[in-house]
């Protein structure tokens, strides 16, 4: 029986352990989260994936059937489909991208008066 468990701590500090049991000759899966079942799934024998929500992150496992007929089972975030928090992720990396532009073009104009004015701009004042 293959089984796997991950451990998720939210922005809040509360953990979350999300676990895996997959039947090896059945293909019988169930994922939970903590005490709380998320999904029963039959005769899974092939590659699939599975979505669903921690409080507002979206995740993913995928169950990956590999060459030699053994599973294999990944834990991700989803941070492209187009979720609240999501959508609130990418407006605040805008924002940053943003200011860290302001950033450099500001450092930039400085380092130019500096050696404008320290490769004989001075003669002209």
């Known amino acids: 029986m293959g089984q796997m468990k991950w451990t998720y701590v939210d922005d809040y500090g509360r953990r979350f352990n999300v676990g895996l049991f997959h039947g090896d000759r059945t293909g019988h899966l169930m994922i939970y989260c903590n005490t709380r079942i998320l999904v029963i799934d039959f005769n899974v024998l ?3 994936k599975y979505s669903f929500f921690i409080n507002d992150e979206l995740c993913d496992i995928h169950v990956e059937r590999r060459a030699d007929d053994r599973f294999a089972y990944g834990f991700k975030f989803d941070h492209k489909t187009a979720t609240p928090r999501n959508k609130l992720r990418k407006r605040h990396e805008r924002k940053s991208l943003i200011r ?7 450092l930039v104009l400085v380092v130019g008066i500096a ?11």
């Open 46 to 48: 092939e590659t699939k």
């Open 115 to 125: 050696a404008f004015l320290l490769l004989g701009g001075i003669e002209y004042f």
């Open 100 to 106: 860290s532009l302001w950033l450099v073009a500001a």
